[in-house]
């Protein structure tokens, strides 16, 4: 390719000035809080429109639910409630006077009678056309189908309610947990349900956006004579809680838990099916818990009430905390633990803040890493160029993989009695792995196949689940997915994969599930070899 | 489904405590810099894995690069090098003795001699059984193929630079511009290039993370006497820069631009195609910027230069702030314009902070507010329900839809040449759709279809562009794929879809790119429209 001289003057498109567009002025920084930035893209935590957004609330509340039942031990109870609010009570609860329209011409859906004349002459006259085109034989254009309403249209708005009995919150701590965006508790290594430790406090952004109204929290911690009771929302600006009211109220049947309320705009109507799919699938991995869900509204005939009744009393345990793996951190995360580690010298360090690394072993790696490193060398006196070097070594060192004892799989007896609960298939069989590791992760695959099943769809089903909570949208698993479909020649046990009604389930846990990108393949094959496995035994 | 009693004490699963787990602590809330979230999700931002990681840094530069020189309608040269980082020579760098091996039984890939031999027997007699097996007619067992290295094994190392004859920066903004995330410049409502603003930081962090090497910038402003020398890097924990130098220098010959210098950790074996993919569609959406691309490394088989001129000088005008569109806002937005605005009635302000509302339909939505609205009122006195109020209205009632004209398009001369340069095509044809809106934002589908062309693979290449940068791997354009292949009936034009060398070009702008969510569906249907002209006027 040739080089040209660049021009030094370019020939500007053309370029209409409108009253409205400005020329850009200076550039000025601005710093954007952390609760800003969530607001601004809400879609990365699931809140792209108002119908996902009302299906993420339902989930981000339920996983937290469950998460601080188990914290305790207790057999999880939760209660999910949609109510769907019409706009004159949502005007009232506002302190909205509820208006009729004036002046009618100002709204979208208005039409004049002469526009409507209008409109049905011309869509005659199509019609003609296009009648006339066939008894012609020509090509019938496609009319472009109506765009319909360009805006969002009319909002619909529900109060979610969900209730449990955890292990509640303390009392001081409550407006920083909702209405401080980055703050939380789940920052260790450990696998959990919660992805950005956002949560409820996205739901919280979302009402604000989308209502302005405030979230509403009840709590009650174990043998504590009191309930909290916390109105708040956040400000979004501050990235800080902004209270209404918090006091302790009076606790006389000593219940324990949680109880949050949140009004935000939803779409029922769109996501309905993924909500109940998402409860039902919810109650497949987590048959230890008793789930009650409900929608209400006006009209009797859209309401809903769903429950799914404990099956079992063996509960998983919960997972455990962990140190990293060697081979999985990287220089941020050492530097990290190097500022927040308790202990002195460089041996205690490697002992005490990395798993699988011995006594002997961290002689070992501190004997290799150079004259200038010594056992008994103060940890945070190490220079960068050090921890780049301990780096390099946890690189190419040889460890053993980490243990799954940290990890909490849904377990085979449960995934059995889930699928049997739900599906009431002919024939179920279950597979669990061993603990694999990718990236210095743990990680176990339990897999679940069924056959029939009176309201199972024909072909496969596949039901996916990561860290123990439905996946129903995310793109890894679709690869998931395809890669058991193809790789599984079913017609070898004698399965139809079009004609029978096959069950697939795939949970996956891990302290960083492998999902995305490279570790997408790895799990694959497992998904293979377990598979395969799990058609050996049931046939 | 029947109720059962909850059961008060669970039966816990067995649980094996190892030494490495601990019970969990008393929870405590930590607060996050937005640094130090995006260092453990960076996985949004397209840091993946390293391969990705080395991508997406040159995107982000590139990007900038570009963003830069059309901002002072400079017709944009850049100059991208990256430079492979040996071992040896990267631990120089950091100041690191190179060291060999003294423990060889400590790494990874050691093998003893005993083991050696234990393997190769296996793998004999595995041999034997199979070919066994195979004369008997019995089914050959799979041995599950090896898994490989489980960790990251040997990293690889990369100097990123990137050039351009852009704006340069501020001398005492530059450390800010970096070193801090969640703070930029493109935050008004305006076609973007970039995503969430982070551009070069993260890929500061992702040094900071990998290599632990600083960044490096040098810039000049028009007409600046000197050059500003930078090296800094990001304090992770407190989300402030810490910089290492800050300086001017000489500018003999007046150079004004950028030239951003990192070090990173990355993959060129894996994401090499990628990255030469995505230049090569930047030559194509840009044709009127000229682009040098340089791998370096020290095997020379592997080293890559790459120059694309530039065919015009028609550089397309640069996208304009504009205000928001009445439909497009929610509560909390609103609510941020009343906070910055300079106008001190409602009237002015509905009028000035929104595009299409001119005077008198200003008046008219004041009266339909309700008696409580005037025109007169102070507008940063309204309460949070009148802003509901206001809300509610800007939902229903009918607005002009927002114009184009902030929009800044390929331009259909500039795609056809872009298309012709690279493509070398027998048949062009393009198209250019009017500006359509999409929950307020405007947006407009560019689109061209080619036939033939010496290096074009047979079938369907889609080459698609949002805001005029090339996505490769955005799952929402996926469906934009899906839907114009399913929905085109190729061989209505005499093409056919397998055997034909096609290019399918589509290249959005919108101050809000409507791609993921329900917008994808409605992209689909301006695709096939659009498609389906293309065809009509090329054949």
């Known amino acids: 390719m040739d080089e040209r001289e660049s021009s030094e003057s370019p020939i500007q498109g053309k370029k209409s000035k409108s009253k409205t567009a ?18 601004e893209n809400k879609n990365i935590a699931g809140f792209d429109n108002p119908g996902k ?12 639910a469950l998460d601080s039942a188990e914290s305790i031990s207790k057999l999880p109870v939760v209660e999910v409630t ?3 609010i019409k706009k004159s009570k949502f005007n009232s609860m506002i302190g909205l006077v509820d208006r009729e329209r004036v002046d009618a011409a100002l709204y979208d859906d208005y039409e004049t009678e002469k ?5 049905l002459a011309k869509e005659a006259r199509t019609q003609e056309i296009q009648a006339k085109n066939a008894t012609l034989g020509k090509k019938v254009k496609e009319t472009p189908a109506s765009k319909g309403i360009k805006g969002r249209g009319e909002a619909s708005f529900y109060r979610v309610t969900c209730k449990d009995n ?15 965006v980055l703050s939380g508790t789940k920052y260790g290594l450990k696998q959990t349900r919660g992805k950005f430790g956002l949560g409820a406090k996205m739901a919280l952004i979302w009402s604000k956006m989308s209502t302005g109204l405030p979230i509403e929290i009840s709590s009650s911690m174990k043998n504590q004579s009191y309930i ?27 219940w324990h838990g949680a109880e949050i309320q949140v009004v935000i705009e939803g779409n029922w109507t769109t996501y309905r099916s993924k909500i109940l799919h998402y409860m039902r699938q919810m109650a497949v991995i987590t048959p230890y818990a008793q789930f009650q869900f409900k929608f209400v509204s006006d009209a009797p005939d859209k309401n809903v009430t769903v429950r799914f009744a404990r099956r079992t009393d063996v509960m998983p345990p919960i997972p455990l905390e962990t140190k990293h793996h060697p081979s999985s951190v990287d220089l941020l995360l050492i530097k990290r633990l190097i500022t927040e580690t308790s202990k002195q010298n460089l041996l205690q360090f490697l002992q005490h803040e990395f798993v699988n690394i011995s006594k002997p072993h961290a002689e070992r790696l501190i004997g290799e890493m150079g004259p200038d490193f010594s056992s008994k060398m103060a940890v945070k006196s190490l220079t960068s160029q050090q921890v780049v070097r301990i780096h390099q070594l946890f690189r190419q060192a040889k460890f053993d993989d980490p243990s799954g004892h940290c990890l909490s799989p849904a377990g085979e007896y449960n995934l059995r009695l889930g699928i049997i609960k739900e ?11 061993s603990a694999q590791v990718f990236e210095g992760h743990p990680f176990i695959v339990e897999a679940g196949v069924s056959i029939g099943g009176k309201d199972v769809k024909q072909g496969l089903n596949i039901f996916r689940f990561a860290n123990r909570i439905p996946l129903l949208f995310e793109q890894g698993a679709d690869v998931v997915t395809r890669t058991a479909l193809k790789r599984i020649n079913w017609s070898n046990y004698k399965i139809n994969q ?9 949970s996956i846990v891990s302290t960083k599930i492998p999902f995305k990108g490279t570790g997408k393949e790895y799990i694959g094959d497992d998904i293979t070899e377990i598979a395969s496995a799990v058609k050996v035994r049931s046939f």
Chains 1, 2 share one sequence.
């Open 82 to 84: 949609i109510e769907e």
């Open 53 to 64: 957004s009302l299906y993420t609330t339902v989930r981000e509340l339920v996983e937290n």
């Open 166 to 180: 955890g292990k509640g919150m303390p009392h001081d701590d409550i407006p920083n947990m909702f209405g401080r």
């Open 115 to 119: 526009a409507r004349e209008k409109r």
């Open 423 to 433: 599906l009431n298939p002919d024939m179920v069989a279950t597979y669990s792995g």
């Open 498 to 506: 079009i004609q029978d009604k096959i069950g697939v389930f795939v």
């Open 228 to 254: 909290t009771f916390c109105r708040l929302d956040i400000d979004i600006h501050k990235n800080i809680p902004h209270v209404h009211l918090h006091e302790k109220r009076e606790n006389k049947e000593f």
């Open 22 to 39: 400005r020329k850009p002025k200076e550039t000025v920084l601005k710093q954007k809080s952390p609760a800003e930035f969530f607001a």
